[in-house]
């Protein structure tokens, strides 16, 4: 066997090493932020799987640029700390280029903020306080509509479709409750409905104090901005003591364990939503599938979204990638373009961002809980209000 010059050799295992190198995949990461264990963690679940469902759909294209996409999750549990501690960690990670999330306003509002100096894109599926896009921060877009559009949706369901005079006002003491009530509340007096109260409570299981009060005022309705695990606990409590008037809440109230916490007191509610029921949007057949096919569950209006707004970011990134000649972009290339971007073809429409970070149109549904079943009451399109 004639001898291989050694100089030959050392030729041929460069070259093959460099080969090797250059079909490694280059990571690229999508975060979401959302509560995965907790009180909520039902609809935070929603999220990561609705975003993951967009990764595995997105995950061909990233090949063909030599990018292995995956997803990672973070849980928040609802906790602005917790929430923001996650977003520290997202930003020290440099391969992750976007992020879905938070769901709560009041972890999206800090988390945001930790990642905006890193220049990580934001892109929201559910957090409706107009604090999430009114700081003017370039990294965060979201895809559904502000509190001052469902806000005042509620406020004209109470006054026209219910004929409310007077109506009394609840929140939770969080941003998102606090931010809906307040816009409920002023277009109420604005419409010339006597508004009784706008009360914050904390209360989790005794409402008792709250509902003496309800009664003594005798309201044509009762609104209250919270989320779904405290407001049934109220609902069973105050349909127990014999209150009867209907009750309107925003998108906290989404999620099926509304009914299961209410037991017989979830009827006679209604509640506006930014996650359409999925019989309203007409291309999510085929994602309720995949869905169920992927997780052994039905989704639910936060699914979808999620994954549209898992969409509009990963979009995002291929759209910088091109700009970068077919490279992994900057986090800077991506926020700019997710901002820049026009998503067509989603499940809830197509999206297109303000220079605030708003979409510039969308819907806004009213849902109707009546002895422990939902159904679409209406919907209406809104946009952002100008600032």
């Known amino acids: 066997m004639p001898r291989v010059p050694t100089t030959h050799l050392l ?43 967009a990764v595995n759909e ?25 929430g923001t501690a996650a977003a520290r960690k997202i930003a020290a990670d440099r391969q ?44 965060v877009s979201r895809i559904v509509p502000r509190d001052d559009a469902q806000g005042p949706a509620g406020a004209a369901f109470l006054a026209g479709t ?39 409570t904390e209360e989790k299981s005794d409402f008792s104090g709250v509902i003496a009060k309800i009664r003594l005022q005798k309201p044509d309705a009762i609104y209250f901005g919270g989320v779904y695990n405290q407001v049934g606990v109220f ?27 209410a037991g017989a007191g979830g009827t006679n509610v209604y509640y506006t939503t930014v996650s359409a029921p999925l019989s309203a949007l007409p291309a999510a057949k085929a994602f309720a599938g995949s869905y169920r096919k992927a997780f052994g569950r039905d989704p639910q209006g936060f699914a979808a979204f999620a994954y549209d707004a898992a969409r509009v970011a990963l979009q995002g990134i291929l759209n ?32 297109k961002f303000n220079a605030d970070g708003d979409r510039q149109s969308a ?9 422990g079943k939902v159904s679409l009451s209406t919907s209406v399109n809104v946009t952002p209000a100008r600032r």
């Open 162 to 200: 219910l004929k409310a005079k007077r109506v009394y006002v609840l929140n939770d003491k969080t941003a998102y409750g606090e931010g809906l009530a307040a816009e409920v509340e002023k277009t109420l007096r604005a419409r010339g409905v006597k508004v009784l109260a706008n009360e914050g």
């Open 363 to 371: 819907k806004l549904y009213v849902m109707k809980l009546t002895g």
């Open 96 to 139: 992750v280029l976007a992020v879905v999330g938070a769901l709560n306003s009041g972890v999206t509002i800090p988390a945001s903020a930790a990642l905006s100096a890193s220049r990580v894109a934001v892109v929201n599926s559910g957090s409706t306080a107009n604090q999430v896009t009114d700081r003017g921060l370039k990294n």
């Open 235 to 261: 609902l069973s409590q105050l349909r127990g003591a014999g209150v009867t008037a209907p009750v309107v809440g925003g998108d906290g109230l989404d999620s099926p364990d509304l009914a299961r916490v």
């Open 58 to 82: 997105y995950a061909p294209r990233f090949a063909k640029l030599g990018f292995r996409l995956s997803l990672v999750a973070f849980d928040d549990q609802a906790d602005p700390a917790t």
């Open 11 to 53: 030729t041929v295992s460069i070259l093959a090493l460099g080969a090797a190198h250059a079909q490694t995949p280059v990571p690229v990461k999508l975060a979401t932020i959302s509560p995965l264990s907790g009180s909520i963690s039902n609809l935070g679940v929603q999220v990561r799987n609705g975003a993951q469902l």
């Open 320 to 351: 910088a990638a091109k700009t970068n000649g077919g490279k992994v972009p900057s986090r800077a290339q991506v926020e700019s373009a997710v901002r820049a971007g026009t998503y067509a073809g989603l499940l809830s429409g197509s999206v």
